[in-house]
């Protein structure tokens, strides 16, 4: 048992268990070079769908090991299909992490129109749709669904996964569109077994005769829905030329006329009932009307550079707009209910983090005069503070090229946004280390960086506000000018905290190393990587813990971190070209960025052609690094070699 009250096992049962946890772990997933994923594709054979049919044939009742003889890529018949099935990777045992499997469609049997593929993003669309199909094929006769009966003896395994998208809609591995419009599909498979013994007449259900029907419902254009694949294209094409027209409108975001804001739940990303939902719609005097390339002319509320307040009561949906905001970094599906919001893709959430490591940072700006002299120039602790780690999450934002911060005083320290005029009584400005955000506000302004904050409980916010919007019972109102008569009315009243007209230093750093482990050599095997949870991966036997950071919206992005930590190491190391070496973080995620430009999603994975991995931000790249409490960073001018 897993709680430790059995202490002794028999070897098939430790296996058994052993397999069981490893085949649960597996369907987070983790970085593509675990479990031996790195493919050698000179070593894979080449034939027939006949062939493949044929091998398995004759490997039926063997050892769960003579499955490693259908690797390779096989070419189907028109009668089978038309495609190449690529089995690029085959489990060790019935337990372990699922095979790894592509189709290859020709252009001409995918049929996908040259129109629907004229622009990235447009491509990238649809990919999501085609993801989405092809799974819902797969889905649809039970084909996802895992079997085991009978113990450790009985038949198990014949599931089929495809990754699942949420609401967002993202550039990701899982369907792949060629220059010459082919079409790529990865997805994996449990090759049935009973106990070790090969399932070869099962295994070849699933791969010949399953397979080309879901191949032929969820990635054919002439089986697809046309009007839903168009609308999904042009739904995310649409909400990508909104952002794009942000920086000429003088936004940081825009909230569309209708939007539905809410969601299900806490625990659902879908949207809430149009019947219970308050449809958004912008006041007169924020009121910012776009064209976009589809949906035509489209009025909304404009959110302009500078500092913006979002105030209200409690409950009437401050908080919520702020998180609308925070997710519009990414495009979203059509009827999710915030299509027509777009928020600058530098934008950052930026919360207290109580216990989070904090590494080589520079907090000065907020945070000097530490007891003992502690030095804050060049900040580190295991244990970060409310106020510190606050303090090094805006520091580590802007070192990464964040432009707009969102803030909202339920997730931040208190003693970090403001100090009162009886608290300054009490506690001497000479006694207090902590410069609070307000007082940096006009100076983050002045060096372009704009910030939109959730207050609800301290009008001193109103001095350095340029614009103020109220919720109420989750309707928008423009109240800039009572605000701002208020702020004059209290001018002399005392108690206001000094501006400072300077920000201070962003001082930049650079990365040693992301694990203390030598980096293995030859064929030895290097880290263990284990992507547990959207928020959780695990590095030998060290956890990297994410559950702070809000815009990291899918598991498959990850996974794509966890592959990205791995190719750093590769590059840090020696064997590793030194691409990375001597480089600033922000030169590092640079490099990373360029890769997925030109590689797209795959060029985090080296040679292996994972299909659940979905493009990660540079801030979400930033964020993950700088919480991984084994790594090594120090600032550029600290001595030490690089």
Not at 338 to 347: C, F, M, V
Not at 398 to 422: H, K, P, Q, Y
Not at 444 to 453: E, I, M, N, P, T
Request: aromatic letters at 4%; a neutral charge.
């Amino acid at each position: 048992m897993r709680d430790g009250k059995q202490t002794v096992r028999s070897e098939e049962g430790q296996q058994s268990w052993r397999g069981q946890r490893s085949r649960e772990e597996a369907e987070a997933g983790g970085g593509s070079d675990e479990e031996g994923f790195d493919a050698d594709p000179a070593s894979a054979r080449a034939g027939s769908g006949d062939d493949l049919a044929s091998e398995l044939r004759r490997i039926d009742g063997k050892g769960y090991r003579a499955y490693k003889d259908v690797e390779g890529r096989w070419e189907m018949s028109p009668a089978q299909g038309g495609y190449a099935l690529c089995i690029d990777w085959v489990q060790g045992d019935p337990f372990a992490s699922p095979s790894r499997c592509r189709v290859i469609l020709p252009a001409a049997l995918a049929g996908l129109p040259h129109d629907l593929l004229s622009t990235r993003v447009r491509r990238t669309a649809v990919c999501d749709f085609l993801t989405r199909s092809f799974g819902a094929a797969v889905s649809a006769s039970g084909g996802d669904i895992r079997r085991q009966s009978g113990g450790w003896q009985g038949e198990k395994g014949g599931e089929m996964s495809v990754d699942k998208p949420g609401q967002h809609v993202l550039e990701r591995t899982s369907v792949l569109i060629h220059p010459d419009g082919a079409v790529e599909a990865r997805f994996t498979v449990g090759l049935p077994a009973r106990g070790r013994t090969v399932l070869g007449q099962w295994a070849a259900s699933i791969l010949l005769q399953n397979l080309p029907r879901y191949v032929h419902e969820g990635l054919l254009y002439r089986q697809l829905n046309r009007q839903q694949l168009q609308a999904h294209v042009e739904c995310v094409e649409d909400t990508a030329a909104l952002r794009d027209q942000l920086p000429s409108l003088g936004l940081v975001a825009f909230v569309g006329d209708g939007s539905i804001l809410p969601r299900a739940s806490g625990a659902c990303d879908e949207p809430m009932p149009a019947r219970q939902a308050v449809p958004f719609r912008a006041p007169d005097s924020l009121a910012v009307t776009v064209t976009l390339p589809n949906r035509g002319k489209v009025r909304g509320l404009g959110i302009r550079r500078g500092v913006t307040l979002i105030v209200g009561g409690g409950f009437h949906g401050k908080s919520t707009l702020l998180n609308a905001l925070e997710l519009s970094v990414y495009n979203k599906i059509p009827g999710d209910g915030r299509e027509l919001i777009a928020t600058d893709p530098t934008a950052v959430k930026i919360r207290a983090e109580d216990g989070r490591r904090v590494e080589a940072v520079n907090i000065s700006p907020f945070i000097s005069n530490l007891p003992f002299g502690k030095n804050t120039t060049c900040f580190r602790t295991p244990d970060a503070s409310g106020s510190t780690s606050q303090a090094a999450n805006i520091q580590e934002a802007l070192e990464a090229g964040a432009r707009t911060l969102l803030v909202d005083e339920d997730t931040s320290a208190t003693n970090f946004m403001i100090r009162d005029a009886r608290m300054q009584e009490l506690v001497s400005g000479d006694k207090e280390p902590i410069t609070p955000f307000i007082c940096r506000l006009p100076a983050l302004a002045a060096r372009g960086v704009s910030c939109v904050l959730v207050i609800g409980g301290s009008g001193q916010y109103f001095d350095v506000a340029d614009t103020v919007i109220c919720m109420d019972s989750y309707v928008p109102t423009d109240v800039t000018e009572a605000a701002q008569a208020i702020s004059r009315r209290h001018a002399g009243a005392g108690g206001r905290l000094p501006r400072h007209d300077e920000y201070g230093e962003v001082t930049p750093r650079v990365l040693l190393s992301v694990h203390s482990r030598p980096l293995a050599r030859g064929g030895e095997r290097d880290l263990r990587v284990k992507t547990r949870t959207r928020s959780c991966i695990q590095l030998d036997q060290d956890e990297l813990d994410l559950s702070a950071v809000g815009q990291l919206v899918e598991v498959s992005q990850t996974r794509a971190i966890a592959d990205a930590l791995l190719r750093l190491r590769r590059q840090l190391g020696e064997g590793g070209g030194g691409a990375a070496r001597g480089r600033s973080l922000a030169q590092l995620l640079d490099l990373l960025e360029a890769g997925m430009d030109e590689q797209g999603v795959d060029s985090l994975a080296g040679r292996s052609k994972p299909g659940n991995l979905a493009r990660p931000r540079r801030f979400e790249l930033a964020a993950a690094i700088n919480r991984l409490r084994i790594a090594q960073l120090r600032q550029l001018n600290e001595g030490g070699a690089a």
